[in-house]
């Protein structure tokens, strides 16, 4: 027999106390949740090794993702890593005392700022990602062969239906 799950305990005692409530949903949210917070617990630990948080690993991954010269406007990496600008400067605040990333005038607009990876943010982030990747791949080796890419196109086509389109 196979052990029962804390998503399937919570499920047996919702269906016990409100069996008027289909709690179904929760087979699949519920493991979700608890995959999500695993996972990020989990990324986390490589993250800390770097001396960065979640926040601050993002905001270095999408100024490495966008080339040279690894730059772009606070606006946008708000909008890239999905944060308010007002979490972004903060972000960019502990970045920049770091040493990993500077503020200056954009060159095509005088009035605008851009926010750049130093050569030493560079390199952070250059390595954090390697291991964050590896980091990844264990994660995925539970998974049986195709497993993995099943769940990419499920999860891929969930999230086109209820994510919003980007601008």
């Not at 690993?57 to 772009?72: K, M, Q, S, T, W």
């Amino acid at each position: 027999m196979e052990a029962i799950d804390h998503v399937a305990r919570i499920q047996a005692e919702w269906a016990r106390e409100r069996p008027d409530v289909d709690v179904s949903p929760q087979a699949v949210i519920g493991r979700l949740h608890r995959l999500g917070l695993l996972l990020t617990e989990q990324l986390c630990l490589v993250y800390r090794r770097y001396g960065l948080s979640e926040g601050e690993f993002d905001v270095l991954a999408a100024l490495r993702r966008a080339g040279e010269p690894f730059e772009r406007a606070p606006g946008e990496l708000a909008a890239h890593t999905m944060v308010t600008t007002g979490a972004m400067s903060k972000r960019i605040d502990r970045l920049e005392r770091g040493g990993l990333v500077t503020r200056s005038r954009s060159a095509a607009d005088g009035r605008g700022r851009v926010v750049a990876l130093t050569p030493a943010g560079r390199d952070l982030i250059d390595r954090a990602f390697t291991e964050h990747m590896g980091n990844e791949r264990r994660l995925l080796e539970g998974l049986e062969a195709g497993e993995a890419a099943q769940l990419e196109r499920i999860l891929t086509g969930w999230l086109a239906k209820i994510e919003p389109p980007n601008p």
